[in-house]
């Protein structure tokens, strides 16, 4: 998930600069997450309307199988607890993440 340093609701309330940013972060994100999982494709995704979360930020979703395609994404919401990634597993794959992001967005 991409945030903002700041409150904004829209992604029209960003500056030049913030989306001179954001534009370099989502293709960094997606070409990361693609790498790392193997993946054929990443999707983008901004939805900020949920109560206590109307303020900009953007999720990279990786994609990880043609039957995923779409809003069918979300379908990985819903697996069982026993299926999903142990907390010590998902930090490691932050620290990779971070340092592809790192080394693709020039250090």
């Not at 945030?3 to 534009?23: K, N, P």
């Not at 930020?57 to 026993?82: C, M, N, Y």
Request: glycine content about 8%; aromatic content about 6%.
């Amino acid at each position: 998930m991409l945030v903002l340093g700041r409150h904004a609701q829209s992604l029209g309330e960003l500056t030049s600069e913030e989306g001179a940013v954001l534009g370099r972060l989502i293709p960094a994100a997606s070409r990361a997450l693609e790498a790392e999982l193997g993946v054929p494709k990443a999707y983008v995704m901004f939805l900020a309307e949920l109560e206590h979360y109307e303020h900009v930020h953007v999720h990279v979703v990786a994609r990880p199988s043609p039957e995923l395609r779409g809003t069918k994404v979300f379908d990985l919401l819903k697996r069982p607890p026993e299926e999903w990634v142990p907390d010590a597993d998902m930090d490691a794959f932050a620290a990779r993440i971070s340092a592809r992001l790192a080394d693709g967005l020039g250090g």
